[in-house]
């Protein structure tokens, strides 16, 4: 009855998790403050010594750390992976979890000399995808040896494809604010081309050329220097 109540006690703990995970698809935080939610939250469910969650460069093709619960300075400061290096690297390649009994004892994982002085054991790495495709991985470390049932698998897996999802979320909202902004400054940089056109008889190269000047000279952006001029001329026109 006792093994029945702490089940329970364990799935309801897990599905906490993952109902923590997903309301941040719909919070305000911040990317780096939501990958923090995701290990800490990982972490909890699978009573985890450290936590990483590494994502994919796509220009260097290397597994990065951006988050983790560890307060270890070797760990945090480690340096990236190719991605189909290590066990990480193997998994973000596969798109596919894998658990490692005792990485002390297996050829492919990097960082032993990390592992040995922080006494981590056994390890389960599993994929962050989205469309089907791996955007980093989510990495659980124990103390001890440990054999992940595919129950712990399965969790942790769902934990981390809705991690997936709030990360592809927020990246598409920052690239979709950015592209705003450059939008809305190339508005304000054609208006006030125009207006110098206008009043200093000026052709469109040289009156983009005065406005770039002004930003270099004032170590201003072109924005700023654009609706400087617009403003002048609105309170001329008053």
């Given amino acids: 009855m006792a093994g029945k109540s702490k089940k329970i006690s364990l799935h309801a703990k897990q599905l906490e998790a993952i109902s923590k995970v ?17 290990v800490t939250v990982a972490a909890e469910v699978t009573n985890s010594k450290i936590c990483s969650l590494m994502l994919i460069d796509e220009k260097t093709k290397e ?12 760990y945090n400061k480690k340096p990236p992976l190719k991605v ?19 990485i002390s004892n297996e050829p492919e994982y990097r960082y032993k000399d990390i592992a040995k002085k922080e ?11 989205v469309k089907g495709k791996a955007i980093g991985v989510l990495n ?15 969790v942790l897996s769902t934990v981390a494809n809705q991690a997936a999802i709030v990360i592809e979320n927020a990246e598409l909202i920052v690239k979709t604010k950015v592209v705003q902004g450059e939008l809305e400054a190339r508005k304000v940089i054609e208006k006030a081309k125009g207006i110098l056109m206008k009043e200093q008889k000026l052709s469109e190269d040289e009156a983009f050329r005065k406005i770039q000047k ?12 654009a609706e400087a001029i617009i403003l002048i001329d609105n309170m001329k026109k008053k």
């Fill in 22 to 38: 997903s309301r941040t698809i719909t919070s305000n935080l911040y990317l780096e403050d939501i990958l923090k939610l995701i």
């Fill in 63 to 74: 597994l990065v750390l951006k988050a983790t619960q560890s307060m270890s300075e070797a």
């Fill in 84 to 102: 189909g290096e290590g066990i990480a690297g193997m998994v973000a390649l596969k798109n596919k979890p894998l658990a490692v009994y005792d």
């Fill in 119 to 129: 006494g981590l054991r056994s390890l389960l790495s599993v994929p962050l995808a």
């Fill in 140 to 154: 659980n470390y124990t103390s001890r040896p440990h054999n992940f049932s595919e129950e712990e698998i399965t």
């Fill in 214 to 225: 002004q930003s270099m000279d004032l170590r201003k952006s072109m924005r700023e220097i």
